[in-house]
Protein backbone atom coordinates (compact mmCIF):
# COMPACT_ATOMS: atom_id res chain seq x y z
CA UNK A 1 0.00 0.00 0.00
CA UNK A 2 0.95 3.43 -0.52
CA UNK A 3 0.05 7.02 0.43
CA UNK A 4 -0.11 10.53 -0.95
CA UNK A 5 -0.54 13.79 1.73
CA UNK A 6 -1.00 17.16 -0.19
CA UNK A 7 -1.59 20.05 1.52
CA UNK A 8 -2.60 23.57 -0.50
CA UNK A 9 -3.87 26.99 0.11
CA UNK A 10 -7.31 27.57 -0.54
CA UNK A 11 -8.65 30.69 -2.47
CA UNK A 12 -10.93 32.69 0.30
CA UNK A 13 -14.38 30.97 0.30
CA UNK A 14 -12.95 28.16 -1.00
CA UNK A 15 -13.64 25.40 2.04
CA UNK A 16 -17.25 26.93 2.32
CA UNK A 17 -17.53 26.26 -1.21
CA UNK A 18 -15.80 22.60 -1.13
CA UNK A 19 -18.73 22.69 2.16
CA UNK A 20 -21.24 23.25 0.01
CA UNK A 21 -20.52 20.52 -3.09
CA UNK A 22 -20.26 18.30 0.16
CA UNK A 23 -23.29 18.64 1.25
CA UNK A 24 -24.77 18.66 -1.73
CA UNK A 25 -23.75 15.37 -1.97
CA UNK A 26 -24.10 14.26 1.43
CA UNK A 27 -20.63 13.27 1.79
CA UNK A 28 -21.46 10.34 -0.84
CA UNK A 29 -18.37 9.66 -2.83
CA UNK A 30 -19.75 6.48 -5.02
CA UNK A 31 -17.88 7.67 -7.60
CA UNK A 32 -14.23 7.15 -5.29
CA UNK A 33 -15.74 3.25 -5.12
CA UNK A 34 -14.91 3.02 -8.78
CA UNK A 35 -11.52 3.87 -8.00
CA UNK A 36 -10.14 -0.41 -7.26
CA UNK A 37 -6.98 0.95 -6.24
CA UNK A 38 -8.57 3.28 -3.19
CA UNK A 39 -8.09 2.60 0.03
CA UNK A 40 -9.42 5.43 1.58
CA UNK A 41 -8.84 9.65 1.41
CA UNK A 42 -10.02 12.40 3.08
CA UNK A 43 -10.22 16.20 2.97
CA UNK A 44 -9.31 18.43 5.78
CA UNK A 45 -9.12 22.38 6.02
CA UNK A 46 -7.45 23.72 8.78
CA UNK A 47 -5.43 27.46 9.59
CA UNK A 48 -8.99 29.21 9.74
CA UNK A 49 -10.18 27.58 6.59
CA UNK A 50 -6.91 28.97 4.45
CA UNK A 51 -5.41 25.29 3.94
CA UNK A 52 -6.81 21.72 2.81
CA UNK A 53 -4.98 18.59 3.84
CA UNK A 54 -5.66 15.81 1.02
CA UNK A 55 -4.75 12.08 2.25
CA UNK A 56 -5.17 9.07 0.49
CA UNK A 57 -4.08 5.33 0.67
CA UNK A 58 -4.02 3.56 -2.22
CA UNK A 59 -2.81 -0.01 -3.71
CA UNK A 60 -0.52 -0.64 -6.55
CA UNK A 61 2.20 2.27 -7.95
CA UNK A 62 0.88 6.05 -8.81
CA UNK A 63 0.70 5.62 -12.52
CA UNK A 64 -2.17 2.90 -12.13
CA UNK A 65 -3.30 4.67 -9.13
CA UNK A 66 -3.83 8.11 -11.15
CA UNK A 67 -4.98 6.73 -14.07
CA UNK A 68 -7.95 4.87 -12.37
CA UNK A 69 -9.45 8.54 -11.39
CA UNK A 70 -9.19 9.72 -14.77
CA UNK A 71 -10.94 6.94 -16.13
Do not use: C
Not at 9 to 29: E, F, Q, S, Y
Amino acid sequence: MSELTAIADLKPGGADRLRRILDLTVGNMDGAQRVSTLHDMRFVMFDNDARILFATAYDGDWDAYINDFAT
